[in-house]
């Protein structure tokens, strides 16, 4: 792989300004857009920006929000359509008739169906984002339990395809270079949020477990730390959590150098997704060091485990583990676009 040539020019006041409250879903917009911003910056000045350029007639920081905005599309009475413009700022940009009519497009070919109410098994698009491999593991395995055909690597994978010119692969229904671009962008942000990926499950007592069934895993999952709770705060919305600091050692300090130096993935790219994916779980068990679970208990949106963080270096532990998988996302996004369009 060539080196990269980096221009620190991007606006990091542009960057802030199309940030803003979003849904709790990997990283929030503001991780997202920062691991696009620092691709964007990778690859800047290279054939390979030049390709990213006419594909989404956009950058990467921008296209790094549209799979979370496809959320925002629902079916009611066989009849889809984009919910409640400006709920979340950071959709604003796709709010316009073309792009809600991509959004409705994407999620109606990837959903079998999309209430108010819809799992990520009913609405399958929404599975595309997340593993929920139990922790004991130390390797991606497709046929462990809370993997499967339609989880993150998968996505990842057959996004690349779509993005090399081959059809897209049962049962992900992706259409043209555009959208598999936007998706490839959202979804390696994903891989990176160690709670997209690596899981703890608890028994009714908040006794972790390793599931050997499915079945055993759905009883036991708590997805993926949403239904684990710190105070009133949500575990995985901790983790979602970008702080401007954070953001701006990213994307205009030291994140950027730290990004360059990020080593060249080896071998051939489409097993990339799940070597990372195995170093996710291991990063995902640091989420759960430090804290202790308390039993199971009905809660305002169901059942919820309590939690309490026994190490009083928590956050700075979780804020170094963000910093590092971030950087190491957008590095990752810009060697598979060089890969993929040198």
Same mark, same amino acid.
Not at 2 to 18: D, H, K, N, Y
Not at 54 to 66: R, V, Y
Not at 158 to 181: C, H
């Given at each position: 792989?060539r080196?990269f040539f980096?221009?620190?020019?991007t606006?990091?006041i542009g960057? *802030?300004?199309w940030?803003?409250?979003?849904?709790?879903v990997?990283?929030?917009?503001?991780g997202h857009a920062?691991?696009?911003a620092?691709a964007?910056?990778?690859?800047?000045?290279?054939?390979?920006? @030049?390709?990213?350029?006419?594909?989404?007639?956009?950058?990467?920081?921008?296209a790094?929000?549209w799979?979370d905005?496809?959320?925002?599309v629902?079916?009611?009475?066989?009849?889809?359509s984009?919910v409640?413009p400006?709920?979340? &700022?950071?959709c604003? !940009?796709?709010e316009?008739p073309d792009?809600?009519?991509a959004?409705?497009?994407f999620?109606?070919?990837?959903?079998?169906r999309?209430g108010?109410f819809?799992?990520?098994?009913?609405?399958?698009h929404?599975?595309?984002?997340f593993?929920d491999?139990?922790l004991?593991? =130390?390797?991606?395995?497709p046929a462990a339990?809370?993997a499967? &055909?339609?989880?993150?690597?998968h996505?990842?994978n057959?996004?690349?395809?779509? +993005?090399?010119g081959g059809?897209?692969?049962a049962?992900f229904? +992706?259409?043209g270079?555009r959208?598999?671009? %936007?998706?490839l962008?959202?979804?390696l942000g994903?891989?990176?949020?160690?709670?997209?990926?690596?899981?703890i499950?608890?028994?009714?007592?908040? %006794? &972790?477990?390793?599931?050997?069934?499915e079945?055993e895993a $759905?009883? $036991?999952?708590n997805?993926g730390g949403n239904?684990?709770?710190?105070g009133?705060?949500k575990?995985?919305?901790?983790?979602?959590d970008?702080s401007d600091?954070?953001? @701006?050692?990213?994307?205009s300090g &030291?994140g950027l150098a730290?990004?360059?130096?990020?080593p060249a993935?080896?071998?051939? *790219?489409?097993?990339?997704?799940?070597?990372?994916a195995?170093?996710s779980v291991?990063?995902?068990? @640091?989420?759960?060091k430090?804290l @202790? *679970?308390g039993?199971k208990?009905?809660g305002?949106?169901?059942?919820?485990?309590p939690a309490?963080?026994?190490?009083p270096d928590?956050?700075q532990t979780?804020?170094? +583990?963000?910093?590092?998988?971030?950087?190491?996302?957008?590095?990752? !996004?810009?060697q598979?676009?060089t =890969?993929?369009?040198?």
């Amino acid at each position: 792989m060539r080196p990269f040539f980096v221009s620190i020019a991007t606006p990091l006041i542009g960057l *802030m300004l199309w940030l803003g409250a979003g849904p709790a879903v990997a990283w929030g917009p503001s991780g997202h857009a920062a691991v696009g911003a620092i691709a964007d910056q990778l690859i800047a000045g290279t054939p390979t920006a @030049k390709k990213v350029r006419q594909i989404l007639g956009s950058n990467l920081q921008t296209a790094a929000g549209w799979a979370d905005c496809a959320r925002s599309v629902e079916s009611s009475g066989g009849v889809w359509s984009y919910v409640k413009p400006g709920t979340w &700022p950071s959709c604003k !940009l796709y709010e316009n008739p073309d792009s809600q009519a991509a959004l409705i497009a994407f999620v109606k070919r990837n959903a079998s169906r999309c209430g108010g109410f819809a799992s990520s098994v009913q609405c399958r698009h929404k599975s595309y984002h997340f593993v929920d491999l139990s922790l004991g593991h =130390t390797a991606y395995d497709p046929a462990a339990p809370g993997a499967g &055909p339609t989880d993150l690597v998968h996505a990842i994978n057959a996004s690349l395809i779509v +993005l090399g010119g081959g059809k897209s692969p049962a049962p992900f229904d +992706l259409r043209g270079q555009r959208e598999a671009l %936007r998706l490839l962008t959202h979804y390696l942000g994903d891989l990176h949020q160690p709670l997209h990926v690596g899981s703890i499950y608890l028994d009714d007592a908040g %006794r &972790p477990l390793d599931p050997a069934t499915e079945q055993e895993a $759905h009883d $036991h999952s708590n997805a993926g730390g949403n239904s684990i709770m710190v105070g009133t705060s949500k575990l995985h919305g901790l983790w979602d959590d970008v702080s401007d600091k954070l953001l @701006k050692q990213m994307v205009s300090g &030291p994140g950027l150098a730290e990004a360059r130096a990020v080593p060249a993935a080896r071998g051939a *790219m489409a097993q990339w997704a799940a070597d990372w994916a195995g170093e996710s779980v291991a990063q995902a068990g @640091k989420a759960f060091k430090g804290l @202790k *679970m308390g039993a199971k208990r009905n809660g305002a949106r169901g059942d919820e485990w309590p939690a309490t963080a026994t190490d009083p270096d928590y956050r700075q532990t979780r804020e170094v +583990l963000q910093h590092e998988q971030l950087v190491k996302a957008g590095a990752r !996004l810009a060697q598979m676009l060089t =890969t993929l369009f040198p």
